[in-house]
Each structure stands twice: as C-alpha cells, then as structure tokens.
T-cell receptor, first 113, second 108 residues
Framework: EAGVAQSPRYKIIEKRQSVAFWCNPI?????LYWYQQILGQGPKLLIQ????????DSQLPKDRFSAERLKGVDSTLKIQPAKLEDSAVYLC???????????FGPGTRLTVL | GQSLEQPSEVTAVEGAIVQINCTYQ??????LSWYQQHDGGAPTFLSY??LDGLEETGRFSSFLSRSDSYGYLLLQELQMKDSASYFC?????????WGAGTKLIIKP
C-alpha cells in the first residue's frame, strides 16, 4: 500500500512570496490533515478535511493560508504572502476515519528568507 | 483549553528500560496516543489507550490513568534505533492535540 505522498520535499522562498504544497493521501482515506511543525515543537493542526469538506480550520491563518481538497482526494496548501515565521515543516496526514490512526507523509520543509 | 506536558529530553542506556511521562489537562477526551518521530522524518503511530491501564506492543507499552490525568510510554530493551522524539497526543473532537515531544537520547 502506497503511503502519503507530499511535494516538494524542500522549498526556499523569500518573504512575501507565495508557495504551494501538494498532498496525495492513502487511497480510500476519508480524512486529511495539514499540520505545521516548528523545530522542537509538536505538530499543530492547520486544517482537517473529511472527504472534500472542512471539519476544522480554526488554527489556519486565513489571511495568508488557504487549503482545498478537490474531489475528496488530493489536497493543496497555499501560503500567500509568506512570512519569516512560516518557516517550518508542513506535514500532511490521512486516516480512514476521523480519530483513527494517522499516517503521515514525509513533509515539506519550508524556509522563508 | 487542552494541554499536555512531557519532559523535553530523556537519556538512557542501550539495553535498558525508559519511561516517558505525559500529563495533561482537558475537559474531555477519547484517548491518548503516542507517536515516534526520527530526526527529519514523519511521525509514526505507536499506540493508543482508550481505557485506563496498560497496552503492550512488543518492546513498547503505554499506560493511561484518567483519574490522575497521566500517561506514559515504556520502552524496553532499548536499541540505538529508538533514538527519536516521542509525542503524546490527546484524541479529542475527532482530532489530535499534541504535546511538545520528548527527545530520547540513547547512549551505548
């Protein structure tokens, strides 16, 4: 069974630029999560999808972050414009059901200069 | 609100046993999960306690006491490959609330 795929693995941009991350969850997994993990901290949930609907985006900075999950499969997370404090690893995870074991992708390490 | 506390770092010797504690504050939750994350890697699921008591999976065991708002992860027969960060996470409202993680350092 293929795991969660993410791209790119690394991205370096300058502040005020835009960036987008892509995630392909495990086939059949209804729930998809985007997390932000700053070095030395635990993952922080940004947004949770159930199929193509948003379950929770309370911690998503909506003035600059956006996410979508078209057709309930792949998802993209966008930051526009980026700030220095957005430097982090962005993790995508999926699970068969909300609350069951989460399977994580390798993450995208974003550096904002 | 909900919060979890873990030691930031624990050091142990190869072949020994180590316990990583997790205390939490919450108004309600379904269970406590543990995840392992190697440097530069993604978190991987280790265990889940929905009920009080001990859950054993090979060399790893996890414990939950709801009355004490406390849980722990027990690692036995430590191997160098166990060097990683370990996160406890509360399962609440169909999502995970994560602790800051404990870095486990293993010495030969």
């Amino acid at each position: 069974e293929a795991g969660v795929a993410q791209s790119p693995r690394y991205k370096i941009i300058e502040k005020r630029q835009s960036v987008a991350f892509w995630c392909n969850p495990i086939s059949g997994h209804a729930t998809l999560y985007w997390y932000q993990q700053i070095l030395g901290q635990g993952p922080k949930l940004l947004i949770q999808f159930q199929n193509n609907g948003v379950v929770d985006d309370s911690q998503l900075p909506k003035d600059r972050f956006s996410a979508e999950r078209l057709k309930g499969v792949d998802s993209t997370l966008k930051i526009q414009p980026a700030k220095l404090e957005d430097s982090a690893v962005y993790l995508c995870a999926s699970s068969p059901l909300a609350g069951s074991e989460q399977f994580f992708g390798p993450g995208t390490r974003l550096t904002v200069l | 609100g909900q919060s979890l506390e873990q030691p930031s770092e624990v050091t142990a010797v190869e072949g020994a046993i180590v316990q990583i504690n997790c205390t939490y504050q919450t108004s309600g939750f379904y269970g406590l999960s543990w995840y392992q994350q190697h440097d530069g890697g993604a978190p991987t699921f280790l265990s889940y306690n929905a009920l009080d008591g001990l859950e054993e999976t090979g060399r790893f065991s996890s414990f939950l006491s709801r009355s004490d708002s406390y849980g722990y992860l027990l690692l036995q027969e430590l191997q160098m490959k166990d060097s990683a960060s370990y996160f406890c996470a509360l399962y609440s409202n169909y999502q995970l609330i994560w602790g800051a993680g404990t870095k486990l350092i293993i010495k030969p």
